[in-house]
């Protein structure tokens, strides 16, 4: 089956090549880890510790495993973490977020010799995958030398349900095999069921996301980006993150529409992918209007009009200065982007009509009252409006955001439970996870 599956990644890889050498080319996307990736030479990881590797495929599931990370080690500081990941933008977050205790690589392809190797080289004892990362011959090796195989933080949208089970055949005996899954959702539980999941070891366990998410906007790093943007309290932010095309065209727009009418009013655009950063730099440089780089701010030079963060690793702590959100990949067919960072920190809430890979959890925030789906320019640019003009409508929906977020905690705990006992006694005692 494994000469099956390599035959049919060969064909999909050769299919890729084109788009490959154009991101290789055009952005620097897929130029670093190929040994790694197409080979399986990852780093080996040492011997005389439980390895636990944790696989996430970017940025965003890079980031959300930092409190499922936290909360094992603190459980198991015996536990040596290996931390893989899939772009660039995955691996350069993950280095600077945990290579001080963990081991940080590019995930191996799924091809059979790939995945040989670095089973060899990491010899884990158990493996976490990420929300929605079903690797077949991964797993299927894994198991076959018995190391458990978890799914945590687990979605499955309408759209990947649909995709997996045209090919459920092939996928069954995958999901059969893995050993525990923490579903985020009732109804993602009953779909990796539906795919050949055993009833038993699907466990509903809340969505990691709601844990990960500050609260606190006088945290060091919001502060600190506040002062350097010269925001003052007189001032609104409207702050737009994970943005994807055509959205920047439409919030320049809005901008311009409502700026005149409002001079205290701020816009913040975090495009959701770095290699965008000049596309999104052209589209302000064209429209007129004032703007300003992040990694151009000074201290005596703070932002105007509109600013443009070009660097990576900090929509977190930007949220924090929001008191208007607009949550991007929502205008088109992106499946939208987290709104739990903006939620948590009380800002009152947007996003476009395509939200389907966060289908519940918009459910959950209608619900609540806690926010707004805009359908086009026009709405978005009422939304804003009204949250310039009703500081009490604005803050109460915050406020209600906010609640829905603390309310929905504690899914870390439960996800580190599930995976405690499948781990072995401690091999020695090192006092905590410390880099190899």
């Known amino acids: 089956m494994s000469r099956l599956r390599d035959a049919v990644y060969c064909l999909l890889a050769l299919l890729a090549i084109p788009y490959w050498l154009w991101g290789a080319w055009r952005h620097a996307k897929y130029r670093q880890g190929w040994s790694q990736k197409l080979l399986g030479n990852v780093p ?23 409190t499922l990370i936290a909360a094992l080690r603190r459980e198991r500081p015996d536990v040596h973490c290996y931390i893989t990941t899939t772009t660039r933008t995955g691996y350069e977050s993950a280095c600077k977020r945990y290579s001080d205790f963990a081991q940080i690589s590019y995930f191996p392809f799924d091809f059979s010799w790939a995945v040989r190797r670095a089973l060899r080289r990491v010899r884990p004892h158990a493996i976490v995958l990420a929300e929605l990362e079903v690797w077949p011959n991964l797993i299927h090796f894994a198991t076959e030398q018995g190391v458990p195989v978890t799914i945590a933080n687990g979605r499955l ?26 579903a985020q959702t009732r109804e993602y539980a009953a779909r990796f069921k539906a795919l050949g999941a055993r009833p038993e070891r699907v466990l509903v366990t809340g969505s990691l996301k709601f844990d990960g998410a500050e609260s ?44 005149p009418d409002f001079p205290e009013l701020r816009m913040v655009i975090v495009p959701r992918h770095p290699e965008r950063f000049a596309e999104v730099a052209e589209i302000l440089a064209k429209s007129g209007l004032p703007w300003s780089r992040r990694s151009e701010l000074l201290p005596e030079r703070p932002a ?52 389907t890979n966060f289908r519940d959890i918009v459910q959950l925030m209608h619900q609540a009252d806690a926010a707004v789906t805009v359908q086009d320019a026009e709405q978005l640019e009422a939304f804003v409006r009204r949250g310039l003009t009703d500081r009490a409508w604005r803050q109460e929906m ?5 609640e829905l977020v603390r309310l929905n905690q504690g899914a870390t705990q439960r996800t580190v439970q599930m995976l405690l006992p499948l781990l072995p006694a401690p091999l020695s005692a090192p006092a905590g996870c410390q880099a190899a």
């Open 216 to 259: 606190n906007r006088a945290n060091d790093r919001t502060v600190a980006l506040q002062e350097l943007a010269g925001f003052t309290a007189e001032q609104t932010v409207l702050l737009a993150g994970s943005t994807f095309p055509p959205e920047e065209e439409i919030l320049v727009e809005v901008y311009r529409r409502v700026a």
């Open 398 to 402: 915050g406020q209600r955001a906010a």
């Open 44 to 66: 080996e990881a040492p011997r005389d510790r439980v390895v636990v590797w944790l696989h996430a495929v970017s940025l965003g599931e890079v980031n959300l495993l930092g």
């Open 157 to 182: 949208s309408p759209r990947s349900f649909r995709g997996y089970r045209r090919i459920r055949a092939w996928l069954n005996a995958t999901f059969a095999r893995v050993d525990r899954i923490g």
């Open 304 to 355: 105007e009009g509109i600013l443009l963060v070009d660097t990576i690793g900090e929509l977190g702590a930007w949220w924090g200065t929001a008191d208007l959100a607009y949550v991007g990949g929502s205008m088109g067919s992106r499946g939208g982007q987290n709104m739990i960072e903006p939620a948590a920190y009380g800002a009152a809430v947007s996003f476009g009509p395509q939200t």
